[in-house]
């Protein structure tokens, strides 16, 4: 069965300071990863995916297939940051639905 | 497009009342999404609908929830008779394909149920 697994429910750094967001997720096949991100009195929405291998607001997160981990980075936080992340996983197939984790509130103090 | 339409945002009512949610999802959007977000458990997601039939209902908590689509524009979420377990924010989300392989689904601004 496919499981998403983050947790830290609460993660506070200061600006400036490193962050990383754990994901773990358990799924036998070939698995899509996504970090989804929801700002204070935002809607939820798409803040990357392994495949694009991209930077968004300088968060990167690179699939670990053998620690089977999906961990969300950011060298230097900042206050804009703070918001809740869910890590989700899709298993590959345009027929697939989302599998979310339950979310990790970040807080990034000044 | 205005993107996902949810209503009502708020909604305050007593145990034992009826609640129905309602949805807009985005036009052309073939499939729809209903999730449930509490501290405890997260983002749920209760039931998805493919062109208007319900595709996935295993995370409908039990009988007194219902959900329906009568047309490609809209959809309903009922809770009857509400209880207080049951306060949540409440998301309807739509998008092009279930999701796994693209990973974009497209949220409402989510309902935040209050159950007195």
């Known amino acids: 069965a496919q499981r998403v697994t983050q947790p830290e429910k609460l993660l506070s750094v200061f600006k400036g300071a490193p962050v990383e967001l754990k994901c773990n997720y358990s799924y036998s096949g070939s698995p899509e990863l996504f970090w989804y991100v929801q700002y204070s009195r935002q809607r939820l929405q798409l803040l990357l995916r392994h495949i694009s291998r991209e930077s968004i607001k300088g968060f990167t997160a690179d699939l670990n297939k053998g620690e089977t981990s999906f961990h969300l980075k950011k060298p230097f936080a900042q206050e804009e940051d703070s918001a809740m992340y869910y890590c989700?996983?899709?298993?590959?197939?345009?027929?697939?639905?989302?599998?979310f984790g339950r979310g990790t509130q970040l807080t990034v103090w000044p | 497009d205005a993107g996902v339409i949810q209503s009502p945002r708020h909604e305050v009512t007593e145990m034992g009342q009826e609640v129905t949610l309602r949805c807009k999802p985005i036009s052309g959007h073939d499939y729809l999404f209903w999730y449930r977000q509490t501290m405890m458990r997260g983002l749920e997601l209760l039931i998805y609908?493919?062109?208007?039939?319900?595709?996935?209902d295993s995370g409908m908590p039990e009988d007194r929830f219902s959900a329906k689509m009568p047309n490609a524009s809209f959809s309903t979420l009922k809770i009857q008779p509400s209880e207080p377990r049951d306060s949540a924010v409440y998301f309807c989300a739509s998008s092009l394909t279930p999701g796994g392989y693209t990973g974009e689904l497209f949220f409402g601004e989510g309902s935040r149920l209050t159950v007195l």
């Open positions: 609908f493919n062109n208007n039939v319900p595709i996935d």
């Open positions: 989700a996983l899709g298993r590959g197939s345009t027929l697939g639905r989302l599998y």
